[in-house]
């Protein structure tokens, strides 16, 4: 004969509200305190993207809990957008001042021995966080009469054989031109200092560019950014912030050395 139903024992029921005030006053604090401590400390990605990802997701799951899914996924996906901006790569690009240091060696610049003088000059540098999928390209041109000739780039970045190195790390990141004469004429070659890793195109050719007036241009680069940093040669030369280099070439006619970046 079966018991009668107010004799069976049931598991008691955990209140909806117990369930939200459990998350969002004892889990959230202790997980978004301990996310903090390991990305303050490099194990994780960066602090803004740990507090966005962990303040929208909690609230995401008190609304879904408080059977309010339709706020509780937009909240998800404004957390998801926020963590997508602050993950995003920046570096900033400045004029190099006599300050910064010059380097014994650059990379992009062969080196030669003590009989060949090679002059160097600071032209840029760029500084802001790098990921190990941060990458900077940089080429120099040279530009005649509206025609383009790569002299040479390359692509700098961080080593990935660093083990515990943080996801995020700051870099400084010094670009130069180096210039050396030959009988054929001076040759001027674009270098970088200050990376881990770097690959490139090497290449020379000499030129007769007389830097009667250098222009540099300070930007803020995030990923996919494309632009002219630094130009040298002909007076009144017509060059913008967001200008490309066709269309450079297109607007000059003259004689010039154009350094070109790009962040991705």
Partial sequence: MNAPESAVERSPLVPTSYVVRTTCWIVAPIALVSLMIGACAGF????????????????????????????????????????GWFLRSVVDVRAATATDR????????????????????????ATG?????TWMSASLYHVNGGNVQEINAFTV???????????????KLTLALGDRD?????????????????????????????????ESLPARFT??????VYVE?????????????????????????VVELELH
């Fill in 233 to 257: 040669g002909d007076n009144g030369f017509n060059v913008g912030s967001t200008m490309t280099l066709a269309e450079f070439a297109r607007r000059n006619k003259g004689n010039y050395l």
């Fill in 182 to 214: 030959t009988p054929a004429g001076r040759v001027t070659q674009l270098g970088a200092a200050g990376h881990s890793r770097g690959g490139g195109r090497g290449g020379e050719m000499t030129h007769d560019v007389v830097a009667s007036s250098t």
């Fill in 157 to 171: 970045g961080r080593s990935p054989n660093r083990i515990g190195a943080p996801h995020w790390v700051d870099m």
């Fill in 223 to 228: 990923s996919g950014t494309k632009r002219i």
């Fill in 44 to 83: 994780i990605p960066p602090w803004p993207v740990v507090m966005s990802l962990s303040v929208g997701f909690t609230a995401a799951i008190a609304f879904v809990v408080a059977k309010k899914p339709a706020i509780g996924v937009a909240v998800a996906l404004i957390a998801l957008s926020f963590s």
């Fill in 102 to 125: 010059i380097y014994e060696r650059y990379f992009g610049i062969d080196s030669y021995e003590e009989d060949v003088a090679v002059t160097y000059r600071n032209i840029a540098v």
């Fill in 129 to 133: 966080t790098f990921t190990l999928g």
